[in-house]
Nanobody
């Protein structure tokens, strides 16, 4: 099973930016065919899907809340997926998780994947 480690969270003022990283390991194949998505969970709220990238075709997908402000990219050589977040607002405060699955694409990514990282906290102050 793929192991994921998310990092890059922190505290930022409204209007600021952060880049989250998700490093993947434990592939059974060549490590160049997987999908990773980013999700978040704010206090008292359910899990919210944000974005997904599939390394097989480079396809990217965004939820409405992420479109236009967040950008997902991947570096296959480093087995790392990034989420660049701009124009952050206090309502973006949440624990951000990456999740992924080998030999998978982003179809139905909002349902989640088999493997989950530990989460990284993003706090946006006004």
């Amino acid at each position: 099973e793929v192991q994921l480690q998310a990092s890059g969270g922190g505290e930022v003022q409204a209007g600021g930016s952060l880049r989250l990283s998700c490093v993947a390991s434990g592939f059974t194949g060549d490590g160049d065919d997987y999908a990773i998505g980013w999700f978040r969970q704010a206090p008292g709220s359910g899990r919210e899907p944000l974005s997904c990238i599939a390394t097989s075709d480079g396809g990217t997908y965004y939820a409405a809340s992420a479109k236009g402000r967040f950008t997902i990219t991947s570096d296959i050589a480093k087995n790392t997926v990034y989420l660049q977040m701009n124009s952050l607002q206090p309502e973006d405060t949440a624990v951000y998780y990456c999740a992924g699955e080998e030999s998978h694409d982003c179809t139905d990514y909002w349902l989640g994947f088999d493997s989950w990282g530990q989460g990284t906290l993003v706090t946006v102050s006004s």
